[in-house]
């Protein structure tokens, strides 16, 4: 069930459907979704779908055919159908508590966009509810994935997605709550009806509470039913790690190209290969980073085709200046292409979660860690650098904010912020760049040494909101039109 990094969709809906056949919710003889209806539902291809049925088939927990279907073929009694649910969620205690502390200053703000703009309406509602089945988290995940198509952004539907299969998909099966399907139907009707009436400064709170309702019904969860059955049954703890909620930015695990060719370009940032030497050989990186020559290869190809380096025969590739970027880059090459708009989509992400996610993370923080963040910010100005504020701060988030998962995904969108390295000088000139960033830095500076914290993230995500603007202009400019579809948020919107 737990989405790993490296872990391809296939692999993630294998084990979502495993996980439903052992807490019983799909039960001997019954059928599991068509193929057609899972890929309608994870919004993949049966080329993805495919691979997870047939693994289930093969493992005997299904059968398979064209007439029929996918019929669970396994019986378990209650107590092992028990103990399933009991290793699961046992060994996942700390993580879910983890995921639904994130959930909100994550997906907050989107979610009021969502419901903004794609248009919430009575039907809606009656539609969340999904009567006769108690599955009100599940009609709101369903409600919330159409609605969020408004935002434009492939990467955000795919971090849904993941943390759907990570959790929501088996707890909103397991747990029968009446009041928390009574609650969340009401805020869904009030929602909807603030939707209609234009009422965009209540939204937020409506919505807050549904989470906060989930949060209280998962503690209850835990302390109700885990703790007792870990009680009575002692010898049958589960054993191992806890299972941390993990997620890989990259559609797909096998392009490990991308990967190495950010790990080369941070090394490149940093230093380690100075402007004007060579990187080393294809051999000796395949072996330092334990991957193929030709994965090395074409990592080395993506970092030509945005211009960080320049490979001649027989003396490799050489690192480029960084203001010769975009005079190198070959904006024609597909792969680049594609990571421009995950710069794009990341940038998007970052603008509607920011905010909170940087007011949490500060109240969250002790004197030593503000100090440490101080120190970043007082750098990038003497050193005039006051451009790399938010990728600074954002840095800082990724390693500070309280919640693992929180760290675990603004980790992974912050890699995707390095793309933008040929894109830099078209935006601006380092002297407007200077001229823009530096009031920013001082402000962001005197909030921080002041404790004002509210201050402090609101800059940051008007600058994110600014980048974020300026990105999706000019890649239209570069052939790049699908940046066009990406919803803008506008600050205090609600």
């Not at 103990?83 to 907050?108: C, K, M, N, V």
């Not at 009436?197 to 989930?214: H, M």
Request: overall charge neutral; glycine content about 4%.
């Amino acid at each position: 069930m737990i989405a790993d990094k490296g872990m391809e969709l296939h692999q993630a809906i294998y084990k979502f459907y495993l996980t439903q056949i052992q807490f019983g919710y799909y039960r001997y003889g019954e059928k599991l979704p068509a193929l057609e209806e899972a890929c309608r539902q994870f919004h993949t291809s049966l080329d993805t779908v495919n691979p997870a049925y047939h693994r289930l088939r093969q493992e005997g927990y299904i059968s398979l055919s064209k007439k029929a279907g996918a019929k669970v073929t396994v019986k378990f009694a209650p107590e092992e159908i028990e103990q399933h649910i009991q290793t699961f969620y046992a060994e996942r205690r700390e993580s879910l508590f983890d995921l639904s502390s994130s959930i909100w200053p994550l997906l907050g703000q989107a979610q009021c966009y969502a419901l903004k703009y794609g248009a919430l309406t009575w039907k809606d509602q009656v539609y969340s509810a999904d009567s006769g089945h108690l599955q009100s988290l599940y009609g709101i995940w369903k409600l919330l994935d159409r609605k969020y198509d408004v935002l434009g952004n492939e990467l955000f539907m795919r971090l849904t997605r993941y943390l759907y299969l990570y959790f929501y998909g088996s707890f909103c099966n397991v747990i029968d709550n009446r009041q928390l399907k009574e609650k969340t139907f009401r805020q869904i009707q009030t929602a909807a009806a603030l939707c209609l009436e234009g009422n965009w400064s209540e939204l937020p709170e409506t919505l807050r509470v549904i989470q906060a309702e989930f949060s209280r019904t998962l503690h209850s969860f835990y302390k109700e039913r885990i703790s007792t059955y870990s009680v009575t049954f002692p010898d049958k703890q589960p054993q191992g790690l806890e299972n941390a909620f993990r997620w890989d930015a990259y559609e797909r695990s096998a392009q490990l190209r991308y990967s190495l060719a950010m790990e080369l370009l941070t090394e490149i940032g940093r230093g380690t290969y100075p402007v004007g030497s060579y990187l080393p050989s294809a051999e000796r990186l395949s072996a330092e980073k334990s991957v193929s020559v030709s994965t090395v290869r074409r990592a080395i190809c993506l970092l030509n085709s945005i211009g960080a380096v320049k490979s001649s025969r027989p003396l490799g590739a050489r690192v480029l200046p960084f203001s010769q970027g975009a005079e190198n880059c070959d904006f024609t090459h597909p792969d680049l292409r594609r990571r421009l708009l995950d710069l794009a989509e990341s940038l998007q992400i970052f603008a509607l979660s920011g905010k909170a996610v940087s007011d949490f993370t500060l109240a969250a923080m002790d004197d030593t860690a503000l100090c440490q963040w101080l120190q970043y910010l007082h750098e990038l100005k003497r050193r005039e650098h006051c451009e790399r504020v938010i990728y600074v701060s954002l840095f800082q988030i990724s390693v500070h904010a309280p919640c693992q998962t929180l760290r675990t995904i603004y980790s992974e969108l912050l890699r995707l912020l390095f793309w933008g390295y040929p894109l830099e000088r078209i935006i601006r000139t380092k002297e407007e760049a200077d001229i823009f960033f530096t009031p920013f830095i001082e402000h962001m500076i005197t909030s921080l040494e002041q404790k004002e914290f509210h201050s402090f993230s609101s800059d940051l995500e008007f600058l994110l909101l600014h980048e974020l603007r300026k990105i999706v202009d000019v890649l239209p400019e570069l052939g790049i039109h699908e940046a066009e579809k990406l919803l803008i948020p506008d600050l205090n919107e609600f």
